[in-house]
């Protein structure tokens, strides 16, 4: 019984992160300053500069509004340390705290994301060494993530083969390349929200897993 209680809650929680994960799929989207393809911000100083056009109170209330949907996003952590269980509590312990510091680092992004808009207004040239900077710390990060996860499924033939590959490290750099070729009108605004969709692929994946069998 306590097995299943603790399913039903890791679900509900997972869930609550998939809602904090499409809830900031809007606030990216209202970040957009229009349509136009997904080729139209090629490099961080000319996506600011594009941000720049979008009205403040739409960067003020999309940024705040997204960073505490994202941090909804540790949710989840039940659900993912119930999966790599099988595989140790040394494991399971440093797949849990990476995934809260993917989330953390996530939220930082998107403040910075936000943030760029005033840095492109007052010295356009500081947008890409910040975004550099933050992009290492998140490639760090990604790396450190998906190495545990295929560490857990080594170990335990018991942890899903898939995780790894439904992982935001996967989602959040393939799609956001993809979403670079798609044209106008919906480009723009789909890469803009590319690298959260590639999120709640995994939080989705997360939920799904985590729900409980009917005979429990």
Known sequence: ?????????????????????????VCDVALAPGWGPG???PDP??????????????????????????????????ALARLVRPAGPSLTFA?????????GGCVTFHVLFGSTVWAA??????????????????GMLFLSLLGTLGAAVFRSPDVPRWLPFASPVVGMTVLP?????????????????????GAVVWLVALWRTAQPSPTS
């Open 121 to 138: 207004d007052a010295d356009p040239s500081q947008v890409e060494p910040m975004w550099m900077a933050m992009g290492a710390v998140m």
């Open 177 to 197: 390349g993809l979403a670079g070729f798609i044209p106008a009108p919906v480009g723009l605004p789909l890469t803009l929200s590319a690298s959260t969709a």
């Open 39 to 41: 080729s139209a911000a």
């Open 1 to 25: 019984m306590d097995e299943a209680v603790g399913g039903a809650m890791a679900h509900r929680l997972a869930g609550l992160a998939v809602a904090g994960g499409l809830v900031n799929l």
């Open 95 to 103: 797949v849990s705290v990476l995934h809260v510091w993917f989330v």
């Open 45 to 78: 100083s000319s996506a600011a500069i594009l941000l720049g056009q979008v009205p403040i109170w739409r960067v003020v209330g999309a940024t705040v509004v997204g960073a505490i949907a994202i941090s909804s996003w540790t949710l989840a952590t039940p």
